[in-house]
């Protein structure tokens, strides 16, 4: 009896170390441009690769009540969850388009936020919307569709204030015909704000990919990438007391990145607690000082679409094309 306890304990102790070592395949590599891009990322970390198959992965965004992530497939018109112990299951569907037939390439949910109400917020390409979705009980409600009585082309990345609103892009990727899209009402490709009465008013109006976006640590500052290939750059635009933005300064360029064949545009981006830029781009994500210096990449072999900080802040999870990925940091995200 007392052997077959031992034998039976031992059983229990290899299967559950297993559970805890499960091995990922990995992909990519590191970058170091700066000496002190270590001290965020160390030579050693792994890029794994959590699940695979989608046709573009975008809008990641940790559930810390409940410890997994969700992401949106564009073209797939889903919202999926993965979690360590669960895997990978479909969490919404649809996800942005609501509509019978075909709608464009991208029809789907892009960026995606949890709120400070604990809200699934999400940028929905096909019928043109920021919404609302409880996360246990469902039932989304639209909290913008116009600015000025006009459809917005197609919400892509949003980011909430710490005063409580939410500020997107509306870039023209989710319509069938792009920027010659014959049902465009506005004329700008802008970044907007809801106000906490519901208002909407436009910040930014000038940029020609307003992509993805993301706050300093210390709200003032808002970042917006660019996704144009003539211009691919990482503004910068200070916040006042009440909430506006106001002129612009350039952070980094990575225009001539492109231009020597590095496949990928400014996208997604998040912020760590020091302040400094993680976002896709060039090559896969390339991380930037507040100070428009550029630390350090993480080359991924594929288009990298976005980014979120998850478990406990210290993670970066990353829409890699068909790829969701991680990779252990020595930083934290900006509020974690």
């Known amino acids: 009896m007392k052997s077959g306890i031992i034998s039976l304990c031992l059983i229990v102790l290899l299967t559950s170390t297993a559970m805890a070592q499960k091995s990922y395949p990995t992909m990519g590599k590191i970058i170091y441009e700066d000496p002190s891009f270590e001290k965020l990322l160390s030579k050693d970390a792994r890029i794994e690769v959590l699940a695979s198959g989608f046709e573009w992965s975008e809008g990641p965004v940790w559930v810390k009540e409940g410890g997994y992530l969700l992401f949106s497939d564009v073209p797939k018109n889903k919202v999926y969850k993965w979690d360590e112990k669960e895997g990978l299951s479909v969490f919404l569907e649809p996800s942005g388009y609501t509509g019978r037939g075909v709608y464009s390439d991208e029809p789907g949910s892009n960026g995606l936020i949890i709120d400070n109400k604990g809200r699934l917020v999400s940028c929905e390409h096909g019928d043109r919307r920021i919404s609302a979705m409880p996360l246990s009980v469902g039932g989304k409600i639209t909290l913008a569709d116009n600015f000025e009585g006009k459809r917005f082309n197609s919400p892509n990345d949003i980011v909430q204030h710490s005063n ?25 490709f802008g970044v907007y704000r809801i106000h906490k009465d519901g208002k909407v008013t436009m910040q930014v109006s000038d940029l020609s990919r307003p992509n993805g976006l993301a706050f300093s640590p210390d709200s003032k500052t808002l970042y917006v990438a660019q996704s144009d290939p003539e211009k691919s750059i990482w503004m910068a635009y200070p916040i006042d007391a009440s909430g506006n933005a106001g002129k612009g300064k350039l952070i980094y360029d990575a225009t001539a990145m492109g231009k020597r064949g590095v496949p990928g545009l400014p996208d997604g981006l998040k912020i760590d607690r020091d302040g400094n830029l993680w976002s896709s781009g060039p090559g896969g994500m390339l991380i930037i000082s507040p100070a428009g210096k550029l630390l350090g990449r993480i080359e991924m072999g594929e288009l990298t679409s976005n980014c979120a900080w998850g478990n406990d802040g210290s993670t970066l999870y990353m829409t890699v094309d068909g790829y969701v990925c991680r990779v252990k940091t020595n930083t934290k995200g900006a509020g974690w």
Not at 167 to 185: C, I, M, V
């Open 164 to 188: 409580g609103d939410y500020y997107f892009t509306d870039p023209p990727y989710g319509l069938a015909k792009k920027h010659e899209d014959p049902t465009r009402e506005i004329p700008h």
